[in-house]
């Protein structure tokens, strides 16, 4: 099942975050793919569902958001610079040298809070953050974003039996299934299925959803904690590249490094029609 | 000594809230007080050394000091990505408390036995790498640790280690001590061998070389200073290090001396580029690489005067 393919149209605002990604890749390069597939679960998070100050990041009281999959940097940075973290003409020096924004989620950008980029991190630092919150009797949750790709790690597994072990209903563990790694398809690099019964079986209570779908996704957490007791975990249904219709399913797209002013006008001419 | 590590993180603990105690999968009751007194800040994580790495990080990002103790080769074999990524590059204060340092666990064989950890922790920016020499001064590293801002790698010995530190000394992260002195040779070295050292310069002593003893508890930072003023006057620099001779004591003593133009020949006492291929005892290991202390001092005499060594020897 692919939750994605139901094919809820992209509105005004999701296409305007795409177009940040877009900016961000004046540098020739980027995760594309990746980043597109996240876009309406950052948005959602951080227009409906965080308790974040952007002009105070450091702020103790707020929700963590990690971003595991760090390479899909571009997706965060264009949500975080359109809620005013750091100005949005940051984006148009992504990669570059001096640049605040590199290729890979850096904690020293103002709303990153952790820096990622080799995959398996985050969880194991969303653990210990939620464990943190605890002990600091604080009611701030921690959502932290892997990858499909990523649940390859044995890290994330260590990390959901630490979860479970501490009853961390204060953490969610969200997986943006877009069902392409680097290489390919998840079901002949490294099959996943059944993803939502193997986080079940480690003691996470489990949604699946339409990850473009910011109506569900709103709706999805705002049933957060899905069970007194438990982690939770989020299977995001979704679709590489999507809203650009030549990238959408395509594992070329994971990582483009050929970017021209060419393909810059393909990729914003794609994202109107799409 | 690992006793004293984890009885000074309970005093620690009982002091200041913020200080954290985590286990992989130790031994039965090992801190029970820690937990009976204090259960919401002790941890007990099972076999997962990378995931407690990457909890550890996310703790201390709150402001907690957690101390993690497992296994060292568990540490910086297993966990490396995780200390270099979740503590090191976010330069948090996560203590690595690293049980058997060195030949510690020769019986338990070449899986256990941690010879390369300090050239891997000292490799990492922001890591600073402690190996004390006997109980009371592992003490003084983990009280010193509390208000360390860094990442902190801390080498255990096997335990029951002749005291040779003393508090008069003094303690201070980063300060070499010199634990004796002489003008014929320098021997600079580090955790248990700075003991073995002692004994070996007694030996040279009453073969007429008088040797310095420069202990060196903080690998990372290192002394520069004290290293290089003891060094520029010697014959001969001598590191001694439970530990492989690629990327230890001896190379970042080497690394000193080359940066400043020190040029006095150095004699590196380290284990060879090799897995130890044997079992035992950590004893009986330092011994078939040359490392107890009448080895130290019959090299040395080799090294000073190829006649004084055969002397010696015969």
Same mark, same amino acid.
């Given at each position: ?76 940075? /264009? ?14 020096? +992504? ?18 809070? $952790? ?88 003691? +996470? $209570? ?29 299977? /995001? ?23 021209? $002013? ?13 | ?16 809230? *913020? ?75 996560? *203590? ?25 922790? *000292?490799?990492?920016?922001?890591? !600073? ?15 010193? !640790? ?47 061998? !700075? ?5 070996? #310069? ?55 001396? #080359? ?47 190829? *006649? ?7």
């Amino acid at each position: 099942m692919n939750l994605a393919e139901t094919g809820v149209p992209l509105d005004s605002r999701s296409k305007h975050l795409r177009s940040l990604v877009i900016d961000g890749l004046s540098a020739g390069r980027g995760h594309v793919g990746s980043s597109l597939s996240l876009i309406e679960i950052i948005r959602v998070l951080y227009d409906d569902v965080l308790n974040v100050r952007p002009a105070e990041p450091e702020w103790p009281d707020r929700d963590r958001f990690i971003l595991s999959k760090g390479h899909g940097c571009l997706g965060l940075y /264009a949500v975080l610079a359109d809620h005013g973290f750091f100005p949005v003409a940051e984006l148009k020096t +992504f990669c570059k040298p001096g640049a605040l924004l590199g290729g890979h989620a850096d904690a020293h950008i103002p709303g990153v809070e $952790a820096s990622t980029g080799a995959l398996g991190h985050g969880l194991p630092i969303g653990v210990g953050a939620a464990l943190a919150a605890r002990l600091r009797k604080r009611e701030s949750r921690v959502f932290v974003v892997m990858g499909d790709g990523e649940v390859n790690e044995g890290s994330v597994w260590e990390a959901a039996l630490h979860a479970s072990k501490h009853m961390l209903d204060n953490l969610i563990a969200i997986v943006d299934y877009n069902k392409l790694q680097s290489y390919g398809r998840i079901e002949d690099v490294l099959p996943l299925e059944p993803l939502a019964d193997k986080w079940r079986a480690f003691g +996470f $209570a489990v949604r699946e959803v339409d990850g473009h779908d910011v109506n569900a996704l709103g709706e999805t957490f705002a049933a957060l904690p899905f069970e007194k007791g438990k982690p939770n975990a989020v299977i /995001a249904h979704t679709l590489k590249g999507r809203g650009i219709s030549f990238a959408e399913l395509d594992a070329t797209w994971h990582h483009k490094s050929t970017v021209d $002013a060419v393909m810059i006008e393909r990729l914003r001419a794609a994202l109107e029609q799409g | 000594m690992r006793q004293s590590a984890l009885n000074a993180v309970y005093d620690l603990a009982k002091r200041d809230p *913020r200080v954290l105690f985590i286990g992989s999968d130790l031994g039965a009751g090992v801190l029970e007080k820690f937990k009976a007194e204090m259960p919401d800040r002790y941890f007990m994580e099972g076999v997962s050394e990378a995931a407690i790495i990457g909890m550890s990080a996310g703790l201390a990002m709150d402001g907690f000091i957690p101390y993690f103790n497992t296994i060292a080769t568990f540490i910086t074999r297993r966990g490396f990505e995780q200390v270099a990524v979740d503590l090191c590059l976010h330069d948090l204060p996560v *203590r690595l408390l690293a049980s058997g340092g060195g030949a510690v666990y020769a019986p338990l064989g070449p899986t256990h036995m941690a010879l390369e950890d300090i050239a891997a922790m *000292r490799s990492l920016p922001n890591m !600073t790498v402690f190996a004390p020499v006997d109980a009371p001064e592992m003490t003084r590293v983990i009280e010193a !640790t509390l208000s360390w801002p860094h990442p902190a790698y801390i080498r255990f010995a096997k335990g029951g280690d002749p005291v040779v530190s003393s508090p008069e000394s003094g303690f201070a992260i980063g300060r070499a001590i010199v634990m004796r002195k002489g003008a014929d040779a320098l021997m600079i070295s580090t955790g248990v061998m !700075t003991s073995r050292a002692l004994i070996a #310069a007694e030996t040279l002593g009453a073969s007429g070389v008088q040797a310095s003893v420069l202990h060196v508890h903080t690998i990372k930072p290192l002394d520069v200073e004290s290293i290089c003023t003891a060094a520029a006057p010697s014959s001969l620099v001598v590191t001694i290090e439970e530990h492989s001779r690629i990327g230890g004591l001896g190379s970042a003593v080497a690394d000193a001396l #080359a940066d400043a133009g020190i040029v006095t020949p150095q004699l590196r006492l380290a284990f060879p580029d090799e897995f130890v291929n044997t079992y035992g005892s950590q004893d009986s290991v330092l011994q078939s690489v040359g490392l107890q202390p009448p080895q130290i001092a019959q090299r040395i005499l080799r090294a000073l005067s190829p *006649r004084q060594g055969e002397v010696a020897i015969s």
